[in-house]
């Protein structure tokens, strides 16, 4: 398992052509994953700043509100957004985002590459079936709320949630023909899995492989979670858009 926290970010200016600062962090990249992940990012916009808009053209991307308020910019469209707005940005949209609140504007950035993308990136042969694609879409994601990616999404990502446990609860998941990224969002537990026992806490990241298995127990308090998983084909296998 890949765990990672989003201590030290860095420091960001003119992010997408615009002016002013962002904070970042890499919390885990496709190396070490079988998966088309691009990154799991944190991203963070003091009050009145703004994630420029941009095209996305050969990536799918996740953007999850964590704190505070804002308005993202899809497809020319405005929507308020707050903690529990999702964004799912398919390629050929654009998207921005700007800080409208008084605090912080946290959130979390999933970027997966397409299946057309993935095969260059990998060698994998992928079929000429192409699927129509709906619009990107904007979400709210309540606890325990369930959202279905292939409403905007062409590539293997086949479940996003939001989940909570509570002090002692656990929640066992094996890496068998899927890979997951969990995000902690409020909360403390422990993580178990490859002979080791890492400490669980708001802004801990835990990315797990093709072939791993974790079991996430819940602390003090609720642990409360973010949840997306992929479907990986093997590694000799054909790449079909879902």
């Not at 002013?20 to 991203?43: F, N, Q």
């Not at 504007?105 to 694609?133: C, F, I, K, Y």
């Not at 969002?185 to 802004?203: N, P, Q």
């Not at 072939?211 to 479907?231: S, W």
Request: with cysteine; aromatic share 4%; charged share 20%.
């Amino acid at each position: 398992m890949i765990v990672a926290d989003v201590s030290e970010a860095a420091e960001v200016h003119g992010v997408h052509g615009t002016e002013g600062l962002t904070y970042w962090k890499c919390l885990a990249r496709r190396t070490g994953t079988a998966g088309s992940w691009e990154a799991v990012e944190w991203a963070s916009l003091p009050p009145g700043a703004v994630s420029g808009e941009h095209l996305h053209t050969r990536t799918e991307e996740i953007y999850f509100v964590l704190t505070g308020e804002g308005e993202l910019l899809l497809d020319g469209e405005p929507h308020a957004v707050r903690p529990g707005s999702m964004a799912l940005t398919r390629t050929g949209s654009t998207h921005g985002l700007r800080n409208t609140g008084a605090g912080r504007l946290d959130w979390l950035v999933v970027e997966m590459s397409t299946p057309h993308t993935h095969a260059v990136l990998t060698g994998a042969r992928r079929s000429d079936q192409e699927n129509a694609m709906p619009r990107s879409t904007v979400h709210v994601l309540q606890e325990d709320s369930t959202v279905d990616p292939s409403v905007s999404f062409e590539g293997p990502l086949r479940s996003i949630r939001t989940l909570a446990l509570d002090a002692g609860e656990s929640l066992a998941l094996a890496a068998d023909g899927t890979e997951h990224v969990l995000f902690v969002l409020a909360g403390e537990g422990t993580a178990a899995g490859s002979g080791t026992e890492v400490a669980l806490a708001a802004g801990t990241a835990l990315t797990l492989p093709l072939g791993g298995e974790v079991k996430v127990t819940g602390g003090p308090g609720r642990l409360r979670l973010f949840h997306a998983v992929m479907a990986v084909a093997p590694a000799s296998g054909e790449v079909t858009a879902a």
